[in-house]
């Protein structure tokens, strides 16, 4: 159980153009997944929070306007990359925390962002 | 942000070794999760605390929750080559938001 999926797990995209990454929850229902960052060799970088039904939490530090986060429902969260940049390259993972009232979270497998 | 203290950063060790890492806080937590990163994938959950001084085992995995509530440990026992990866503690402090506050890693260097 507690299984997490994104998509595409790898994308490239030119400049300037938007990127959507879905993250949904396979077998559970989540009122709340967490979109991170990772740079290379480096640990994870919290983004937003995602919760169902109303706007995201964002970090200190990072853009909303750049990074639309929308929670549809309870097993989908969206991440868009807006007029992506080469900087925005990066991996992004997702989590999703079960309504077990329990803190720990799930991780999706991840997507590879390449901007030229 | 907050962030917590792992160590160590890297570990060269044979197979068959046992293996121990430790993630230390400033503050209180109530909660210590140990996850394992594969290169290009998510974090996998290994072992999840909740209680000062819990002891938990997963197969050759064991970790505690330290009785000051600023401290974990993951301890690997008979090491193999699969075991090689990124492992991650992460925690929720005591009173805060339900975000993690993750380590730097320990990336785990198995030789068979």
């Not at chain 1, 077998?27 to 640990?43: N, V």
């Not at chain 1, 306007?65 to 097993?75: C, E």
């Not at chain 2, 937590?29 to 072992?47: A, C, R, S």
């Not at chain 2, 000051?68 to 990866?85: E, H, Q, W």
Request: net charge neutral; aromatic share 10%.
């Amino acid at each position: 159980g507690a299984v997490v999926s994104q998509h595409p797990s790898w994308v490239i995209c030119k400049s300037g153009t938007s990127v959507k990454i879905e993250c949904r929850s396979l077998d559970f229902q989540a009122t709340t997944m967490f979109w991170y960052r990772q740079f290379p060799k480096q640990s994870l970088m919290l983004m937003a929070t995602s919760n169902e039904g109303s706007k995201a939490t964002y970090e200190q530090g990072v853009e909303k306007d750049k990074f639309l986060i929308n929670h549809a429902s309870l097993t989908l969260s969206t991440l868009t990359v807006t007029s992506a940049h080469p900087e925005d390259s990066s991996f992004y993972i997702c989590s999703a925390r079960p309504p077990t009232g329990r803190t720990e979270q799930y991780f999706g497998p991840g997507t590879r962002l390449t901007v030229t | 942000g907050q962030q917590l203290n792992q160590s160590p950063q890297s570990m060269f060790i044979q197979e068959g070794e046992d293996v121990s890492m430790n993630c230390t806080s400033s503050s209180i937590f109530n909660t210590w999760l140990w996850y394992k990163q594969d290169p290009g994938e998510g974090p996998v959950l290994l072992i999840a605390l909740y209680k000062a001084g819990e002891l938990t085992s997963n197969g050759r995995l064991t970790a505690q929750f330290g009785i000051t509530r600023k401290d974990s440990f993951l301890n690997i026992s008979a090491s193999i080559p699969s075991d090689v990866g990124i492992y991650f503690c992460a925690g929720r402090s005591q009173g805060g938001s339900e975000k993690l506050v993750f380590g730097k890693g320990t990336k785990l260097t198995v030789n068979p």
